[in-house]
């Protein structure tokens, strides 16, 4: 028989976490009636505290700022450095209106612009990056059935907590988009693909070394998806960027949508993955502080390196 004192143990911890969640549930509803400015305040002042946090995030986005910016001293990469955490704290807050908000507010919220004709259903992958306003894609899902645009899909990675995990792929769904999981799934993004559905994926990640080439990313050999050449070969797809940046004036997000690369064919995978490691850095570069750098990029290494996140380092 198991024993009792540990059953009960385990009966609280699973009520403390519902209630945990519950509690994060109403908080993020709460946030999304805010007025925005409101809103964007509680982020800026939230980033500002995070900044000053001692952790393994602050010293992450610290050595990936040295990293990719090696000719500006310390002074530069702390100012770097706290103006990202101002603008990632911003983000958080603001995915109360992503996951939770209206059409309205989305609007509002973020622009979109594009070079190519939305409605068209040519094959198409957009290809986004992990700047803070990443998620602002959802915009396109929310606008399709106005704009007569086809529906959004995309790749989503699992979280470890169930009950939000369901949820967020529920909030990215609740205007007809397609969340599909990341893993196991090349099928059915291909049938989305092919069938002239909207394909966002954003492959400046290191998700392990499987499907993945090391390519310069910064001067550095970064270890990169190469899902966007592969597909491309596959469908035959137009590739096209889409990034999502604050205004100049912060009142809100742009989504941009670019014209398809030219000769993007996928018919050479590591030369097509480094092609689009250098778009990035490229527009990385324009706005440094809205990367996402808080991911550990660099964590897997070619020819046995040590890892640069290492506590020792």
């Known amino acids: 028989m198991p024993n009792r004192s540990n059953v009960t143990k385990q009966n609280k911890t699973r009520l ?10 109403v908080f993020l509803k709460l946030l999304s009636l805010l007025p925005y400015k409101i809103l964007v305040s509680i982020g800026y002042g939230l ?41 990632l704290g911003r983000s958080l807050v603001e995915k109360s209106i992503i996951w939770l908000g209206s059409e309205k507010q989305l609007s509002k919220m973020i622009e979109v612009k594009s070079a190519v004709d939305l409605k068209s259903r040519k094959p198409r992958i ?46 990215r769904n ?23 559905d909207f394909i966002i994926i954003a492959p400046d990640i290191d998700l392990g070394m499987k499907d993945s080439e090391f390519v310069p990313f910064f001067g550095i050999e970064t270890n990169t998806i190469t899902t966007i050449s592969r597909l491309a ?28 690369l030219e000769n993007f064919r996928g018919d050479n995978v590591k030369s097509d993955t480094a092609r689009l490691n250098q778009i990035f850095e490229k527009e990385i570069r324009l706005r440094p502080a809205e990367y996402y750098w808080v991911h550990k990029r660099f964590k897997n290494r070619p020819n046995h390196e040590s890892n640069p996140y290492s506590p020792s380092k």
Request: charged share 25%; proline share 3%.
């Open 47 to 87: 980033g500002f505290i995070a900044a000053r946090l001692p952790g393994d995030r602050n010293r992450v986005v610290k050595t990936n700022l040295q990293l990719c910016f090696p000719n500006l001293n310390a002074d530069e990469i702390d100012i770097l450095r706290k103006k990202h955490w101002r603008l």
């Open 16 to 25: 403390f976490k519902s209630f945990a969640n519950y509690v994060g549930l």
């Open 174 to 196: 609740r205007f007809g988009g397609n969340s599909i999981d990341r893993q196991g799934n090349a099928k059915a993004i291909i049938r989305e693909i092919r069938n002239g």
């Open 233 to 260: 070969k596959i469908t035959g797809a137009d590739v096209c960027m889409m990034v999502t940046t604050l205004k100049d004036d912060e009142s809100g997000y742009l989504c941009e949508i670019s014209k398809p």
């Open 126 to 171: 957009l290809v986004n990056m992990h700047f803070t306003g990443i998620e602002g894609s959802i915009i396109l899902s929310a606008l399709a059935k106005r704009m007569d645009w086809p529906r959004t899909s995309g790749f989503f990675q699992r979280m470890k907590n169930p009950f939000f995990n369901q949820k967020i792929i529920d909030w």
